[in-house]
């Protein structure tokens, strides 16, 4: 049983373009979700989603973010025109039922 | 304020010591989980507590949750260098049990 898979692990981006994170949660895992981690700084929630649908999405910046989680497929972090206060390890967790919740390796966003 | 403070935010023991971080909560804890992260990593599930007076152990890392649930202390015997790293509790609060929020976590540092 394959772990939390996060693509691309690094990702560089020049500012105002977009990033595309995708998270491919545990087999039979039905939840996910993304924190940002910047350096030298804790984990901070930003989204949690069920298969299509948005369950908590208090830490998301009003702007520029969003976040789906498909009937089929990964789950997608998007930042549209990155700026470079957007650098920083964005992980991905999934659970069955809210309960554990089993981390990606992360996926490094530098923005130049 | 921090919901989720630990303590200490960092510590250095010598290989062979014993050491405990602790998590302490300013609200009531619907569940209480322990990670550990090395450097540029992802998270690795260390245990979950859920009931008042739980404690757990895995190989030489053991974890209790008071009986108020609102702090944790986790407790390594016989550190090793293998044991450093970033240790992080998350937590589910009682009425917000969706997302998992984390304390900004300690760093150990094992010598030889």
């Known amino acids: 049983n394959a772990g939390v898979m996060q693509n691309p692990r690094h990702l560089v981006r020049r500012r105002g373009q977009e990033a595309r994170l995708r998270c491919s949660p545990m087999?039979?895992?039905?939840?996910v979700y993304w924190y940002r981690q910047l350096p030298e700084e804790g984990l901070k929630f930003m989204v949690y989603?069920?298969?299509?649908?948005?369950?908590?999405e208090s830490g998301m910046p009003k702007e520029r973010f969003s976040a789906e989680f498909p009937k089929e497929g990964p789950s997608i972090l998007r930042i549209q025109q990155v700026v470079r206060g957007d650098s920083a390890a964005y992980f991905c967790?999934?659970?069955?039922?809210?309960?554990?919740?089993?981390f990606g390796q992360g996926t490094r966003l530098t923005v130049v | 304020s921090q919901e989720l403070e630990q303590s200490p935010q960092s510590l250095i023991v010598q290989e062979g010591k014993n050491l405990t971080i602790n998590c302490t909560s300013s609200?009531?804890?619907?569940?209480l989980y322990w990670y550990k992260q090395k450097y540029g990593e992802g998270l690795i599930f260390l245990m979950m507590?859920?009931?008042?007076?739980e404690e757990k152990s895995h190989e030489k890392i053991t974890a209790k949750l008071d009986e108020k649930k609102q702090q944790s202390s986790l407790h390594i015997t016989a550190s090793q260098p293998s044991h450093a790293g970033i240790y992080l509790c998350?937590?589910?609060?009682?009425?917000?049990?969706?997302?998992?929020?984390f304390g900004t976590g300690t760093r150990l540092q094992v010598t030889l």
């Open positions: 507590l859920q009931k008042g007076g």
């Open positions: 967790a999934s659970s069955t039922d809210g309960s554990e919740a089993f």
């Open positions: 989603l069920q298969k299509e649908n948005i369950i908590d």
């Open positions: 998350g937590a589910r609060f009682t009425g917000t049990a969706s997302k998992l929020t």
């Open positions: 087999k039979g895992h039905s939840h």
């Open positions: 609200k009531t804890l619907y569940g």
